[in-house]
């Protein structure tokens, strides 16, 4: 171990002599001075730039890559959920509501087939209640990259091609509703509205807390003080009870785009002070350092400190707080939602389905409409492992 600490002591110290003495080529090929553990030499390793640090540190966490990744996903879902979902949001099967998960195979006998389910018949049992009946003897085969019902792609284009459906039958892998709509395609286009409206509401607090917090920590005094106040005020009020309050104050009679910017702005307007309290106590550290006092005796101007070296200075820690925000913003829309105060119907989104399984005897019933939880659960944990990690790499003082 002593060994190895000298070793490495000894490659820095000539790292260093090699920088300060400004030559060119600091080890020599014969010397092969290779970090064994990632095969580069360590002139690279030890001048890496802030960012590459970052990523290093980032990618060495198995749990914030597979958030990040799991968000990808999501997103890209989201964005092509016409493509991806084998139905429109609205279409109803009226003969086969409440039909359960739809059992899909791909073995006839012991022998790998083409992806196959039988199909079903509904009826009513001596309880009065629906039920359905497995015809064995109808193989419905699953088809992909079929032709199907219109939508837009991106909302820009006209588009036909799904990823996967049926001929005939109803090919529902999540069950459908009360009303006979596949549940896999009202999740995917929900996520459209559920993740984007967090993605607008944090854009919204970043921009806020980013202003306000640099702006409190470099100006100080009677401009700190109010917008700290301000802070304090409005971190005074429980969430939940403010969330309620003003989207209670939204019309019934605005449109659902009025209706997603005003749920939008409330998300932002209660969830920048966050932002602006860790940037403003960063800035104030940052206000002392010997870049921003050179800018000021060049005559530097307050905008362009502020925007040329403490918000660059800064963007690690906002990056890292937008992402944690991210998580508070869905479940934010979700509970609204699911409450009746945020999205109503015909709007679909994650907290919309969930409200329609608050009853307790459909849930008892037919559980798998309590499925949108599940999505927004696994969003949720990926946003935090992201963050978190994020914040890792970000920190200086982790390992």
Same mark, same amino acid.
């Given at each position: 171990?002593?060994?190895?600490?000298?070793?490495?002591?000894?490659?820095?110290?000539?790292?260093?002599?090699?920088?300060?003495?400004?030559?060119?080529?600091?080890?020599?090929?014969?010397?092969?001075?290779?970090?064994?553990?990632?095969?580069?030499?360590?002139?690279?390793?030890?001048?890496?730039?802030?960012?590459?640090?970052?990523?290093?540190?980032?990618?060495?966490?198995?749990?914030?890559?597979?958030?990040?990744?799991?968000?990808?996903?999501?997103?890209?879902?989201?964005?092509?959920?016409?493509?991806?979902?084998?139905?429109?949001?609205?279409?109803?099967?009226?003969?086969?509501?409440?039909?359960?998960?739809?059992?899909?195979?791909?073995?006839?006998?012991?022998?790998?087939?083409?992806?196959?389910?039988?199909?079903?018949?509904?009826?009513?049992?001596?309880?009065?209640?629906?039920?359905?009946?497995?015809?064995?003897?109808?193989?419905?085969?699953?088809?992909?990259?079929?032709?199907?019902?219109?939508?837009?792609?991106?909302?820009?284009?006209?588009?036909?091609?799904?990823?996967?459906?049926?001929?005939?039958?109803?090919?529902?892998?999540?069950?459908?509703?009360?009303?006979?709509?596949?549940?896999?395609?009202?999740?995917?286009?929900?996520?459209?509205?559920?993740?984007?409206?967090?993605?607008?509401?944090?854009?919204?607090?970043?921009?806020?807390?980013?202003?306000?917090?640099?702006?409190?920590?470099?100006?100080?005094?009677?401009?700190?003080?109010?917008?700290?106040?301000?802070?304090?005020?409005?971190?005074?009020?429980?969430?939940?009870?403010?969330?309620?309050?003003?989207?209670?104050?939204?019309?019934?009679?605005?449109?659902?785009?009025?209706?997603?910017?005003?749920?939008?702005?409330?998300?932002?307007?209660?969830?920048?002070?966050?932002?602006?309290?860790?940037?403003?106590?960063?800035?104030?550290?940052?206000?002392?350092?010997?870049?921003?006092?050179?800018?000021?005796?060049?005559?530097?101007?307050?905008?362009?400190?502020?925007?040329?070296?403490?918000?660059?200075?800064?963007?690690?820690?906002?990056?890292?707080?937008?992402?944690?925000?991210?998580? /508070?913003?869905?479940?934010?829309?979700? !509970?609204? *939602?699911? #409450? +009746?105060? %945020? &999205? @109503?119907?015909? =709007?679909?989104?994650?907290?919309?389905?969930?409200?329609?399984?608050?009853?307790?005897?459909?849930?008892?019933?037919?559980?798998?409409?309590?499925?949108?939880?599940? /999505?927004?659960?696994?969003?949720?944990? !990926?946003? *935090?492992? #992201? +963050?978190? %990690? &994020? @914040?890792?790499? =970000?920190?200086?003082?982790?390992?």
């Amino acid at each position: 171990m002593t060994q190895d600490l000298d070793s490495k002591f000894k490659e820095l110290n000539k790292l260093y002599e090699g920088l300060a003495a400004g030559s060119d080529e600091i080890f020599t090929e014969e010397e092969q001075h290779i970090d064994p553990r990632t095969g580069k030499s360590l002139e690279t390793i030890y001048g890496a730039s802030q960012w590459k640090l970052i990523w290093r540190k980032f990618i060495r966490n198995k749990a914030a890559l597979g958030g990040g990744i799991v968000i990808l996903l999501f997103y890209f879902v989201a964005a092509f959920g016409g493509f991806f979902a084998p139905y429109t949001k609205d279409t109803r099967f009226t003969k086969f509501i409440y039909m359960p998960p739809t059992k899909v195979y791909i073995l006839d006998q012991g022998k790998l087939v083409r992806p196959y389910f039988f199909g079903q018949t509904p009826k009513f049992d001596e309880n009065l209640r629906r039920v359905y009946e497995i015809d064995f003897e109808k193989k419905i085969p699953v088809e992909f990259f079929t032709h199907g019902e219109p939508y837009k792609l991106l909302g820009l284009f006209d588009a036909d091609m799904h990823l996967y459906g049926a001929s005939e039958g109803v090919v529902a892998f999540l069950g459908t509703d009360r009303q006979g709509r596949d549940m896999v395609s009202r999740i995917i286009f929900g996520s459209q509205i559920s993740l984007t409206i967090g993605l607008v509401g944090v854009i919204l607090s970043l921009i806020l807390g980013t202003i306000l917090g640099i702006v409190s920590g470099f100006y100080s005094g009677w401009v700190d003080n109010l917008i700290q106040r301000l802070i304090e005020l409005i971190r005074s009020f429980p969430s939940i009870p403010l969330w309620m309050a003003l989207s209670a104050a939204i019309p019934l009679t605005w449109s659902i785009n009025q209706t997603y910017f005003a749920i939008s702005v409330i998300l932002s307007l209660l969830g920048w002070t966050w932002l602006a309290r860790q940037l403003r106590g960063q800035v104030l550290a940052l206000r002392n350092q010997d870049f921003v006092l050179a800018s000021k005796l060049a005559g530097a101007s307050d905008r362009w400190i502020i925007v040329r070296h403490l918000i660059p200075a800064t963007l690690g820690q906002i990056v890292v707080v937008s992402t944690l925000q991210m998580p /508070a913003m869905i479940l934010a829309e979700t !509970a609204l *939602s699911f #409450l +009746g105060l %945020g &999205l @109503r119907p015909p =709007v679909v989104s994650w907290g919309v389905l969930i409200q329609e399984a608050q009853n307790y005897q459909s849930l008892a019933l037919y559980p798998w409409v309590f499925t949108p939880a599940i /999505a927004v659960a696994i969003c949720i944990l !990926a946003f *935090s492992y #992201l +963050g978190d %990690g &994020l @914040r890792d790499s =970000v920190d200086p003082y982790t390992i």
